[in-house]
């Protein structure tokens, strides 16, 4: 066959290319707003969280109107508790409880951090202690840190001990877990290589496993502390004479529900600062673990 006979197939795309039509142009497909494993670029995503705030607020004024006159003050606007939060920090001293709060959260995390995470790498390291221990700390997660209150209360009384030892419980045996699985998730072919290269036990712990399981049980932290934040009022409602806890038992006293939202209020926007906090660290510290997300 001659290739080069005007009805071939080469003669004919010689020609539509010379005659300028290359088809139809490309288009690509409209995203949709529930795209499959979708990451929206940064501008977008602060776009879509101020719109999702947005519609939380809308939602709460219209829980407000939308309930009788008579019991509109159990449901105050958003007005009413970001007034009551300004004049929590403006007359009250709100300052000094929320500093106190802060301190009973951060000091007890760190605690128990001290203890889970060097216990979550030699567990996940070491065999033999995982098996010895993870049965014992697997049964005290199932314990609603809560129900230590009275033993609590009877070994240290309503003092600041008591305080951090509740919420000392409540994140422990979880990060265990958490730090466990987390160095579990180490490749064996870290530990075998270093191994095959002449590396002690302490040596493929503190140089090999560790580093490689540290991001991820950063990122375990960042999420447990989150923990210590949710049984804060619970710490704090017992005996308490400070901290955010008590300022909502007082209120909740004179039915002043402003005033308990505003304390909410209040708590979640220092988790949201805390976890933002974690996440510059972590940007700092493992620059290698966000660039490969």
């Known amino acids: 066959m001659n290739y080069n006979q005007p009805g071939s197939l080469d003669a004919r795309g010689a020609h539509a290319a010379s005659s300028g039509d290359e088809g139809a142009p490309f288009v690509r497909p409209k995203e949709r707003f529930l795209e499959l494993r979708s990451y929206p670029p940064a501008h977008k995503a602060f776009v879509l969280g101020v719109l999702g705030c947005l519609l939380f607020l809308g939602v709460w004024e219209a829980a407000h109107y939308s309930t009788t006159a008579s019991s509109r003050k159990f449901m105050p606007p958003v007005s009413d508790v970001v007034q009551a939060l300004y004049t929590l920090f403006a007359e009250r001293s709100f300052l000094q409880d929320v500093i106190v709060s802060c301190y009973r959260v951060f000091a007890s995390f760190l605690m ?138 007082r209120a909740g006293r004179f039915l002043n529900v402003d005033v308990i939202m505003a304390c909410i209020l209040m708590i979640g926007i220092l988790g949201v600062l805390t976890d933002l906090l974690f996440r510059l660290a972590q940007r700092f510290l493992f620059p290698w673990s966000i660039e490969r997300r």
């Open 112 to 249: 128990a951090s001290l203890v889970a995470v060097p216990l979550g790498i030699a567990m996940g390291c070491f065999g033999n202690l995982k098996a010895l221990l993870n049965p014992i700390l697997s049964g005290w997660r199932y314990l609603p840190a809560a129900s230590f209150i009275p033993l609590l209360l009877v070994w240290f009384g309503p003092t600041d001990p008591a305080k951090l030892a509740l919420l000392f419980i409540g994140v422990t045996f979880f990060l265990v877990t958490l730090v466990l699985d987390n160095t579990l998730a180490v490749p064996k072919e870290f530990v075998e290589a270093s191994l095959t290269m002449g590396a002690s036990r302490h040596e493929v712990v503190s140089r090999v496993v560790v580093p490689a399981a540290m991001p991820a049980i950063f990122d375990s932290m960042r999420n447990m502390i989150a923990v210590g934040w949710t049984y804060l009022v619970i710490a704090e409602i017992v005996g308490a004479q400070d901290g955010i806890g008590a300022v909502m038992m």
